[in-house]
């Protein structure tokens, strides 16, 4: 695998940047240098055009009311290379605030906004932050793999006809209602859960992984890593939050 390469797009991370959502780029760029493969990671500013067709995931963070408004404004003029490369099986990884405005409508100081529509999702303001740890049990990775996190947000985001990222063992999720958390549609993940995500989750870094390499050069088997203290954080804090 010495030779495979794969591009990281982080948007806006001058704008969107919550709950150490940068060790999610940090984690898949490492996760991929100790098998002796390459990363490069191209932080795209505000304004900036993005190439999608070079990028081999794209991440994109949480943040404020103001910035999303912002981030919104700049994605919407490339809204349909961003649904091309979707719709192309392009790896895209979207963190709370970044998550909301990829569905139909969000809110921005309480009022109902346009989103990009990419997701078949609205998002509903709320006064009540729902905040805490999450575990939750997703069909992306089966039965026995759990995923930890943590939520901090006030909006309740309810899904169309997309399907959840996972099931609510313990904690909020989108709405604090429905017991879902996250949506996927194909490579696409959007979620609530910062903390951040993949280092207290290798083995879904390692799907999302899996999933660019097979899309840029066919069919690719991973290098099992050394996890064992990465297992045991997260078997800890999985056992910790079930049990709180």
């Known amino acids: 695998m010495e030779n495979k390469k794969l591009r990281i797009g982080h948007l806006y991370p001058e704008l969107l940047n919550l709950y150490g959502d940068t060790g999610n780029i940090l984690t ?8 002796n493969m390459e990363a490069e990671v191209e932080q795209i500013e505000k304004d900036s055009v993005i190439d999608f067709k ?18 919104f404004n700049c994605l919407e003029k490339q809204k349909e290379e ?20 990829l569905g139909k409508s969000y809110p ?11 997701l078949d999702m609205e998002t509903e303001a709320n006064d009540k932050r729902l905040i805490g740890n999450v575990v939750i049990r997703s069909d992306l990775l089966g039965e026995d793999e759990l995923i930890v996190g943590f939520e901090n947000h006030a ?7 997309c399907e959840a990222f ?19 549609y194909k490579n696409l993940l959007g979620t609530y859960l910062h903390g951040p995500l993949f280092p207290k989750n290798p083995v879904l870094a390692d799907y999302f992984l899996q999933k660019a390499l097979e ?4 069919e690719t088997t991973l290098v099992t890593l050394q996890d064992k203290a ?4 997260h078997n800890y804090a999985v056992k910790r939050f079930l049990n709180q």
């Open 108 to 118: 921005i100081d309480g009022q109902k906004t346009k989103g990009l529509g990419i």
């Open 166 to 184: 996972g099931t609510v063992l313990t904690g909020n999720g989108n709405n604090g209602e429905d017991m879902t958390c996250g949506a996927v």
């Open 230 to 233: 990465e297992q045991e954080a």
């Open 82 to 101: 961003l649904l091309e490369y979707v719709e192309a099986g392009g790896v895209f990884i979207a963190v709370c605030g970044g998550y909301q405005l």
């Open 28 to 35: 898949l760029k490492n996760r991929l240098i100790w098998r």
């Open 54 to 71: 070079n990028l081999d995931i794209v991440f994109l963070g949480g943040g404020s009311d103001r910035e999303q408004l912002m981030v």
């Open 155 to 161: 909006g309740r985001t309810y899904l169309g006809h």
């Open 215 to 218: 899309r840029k050069y066919g």
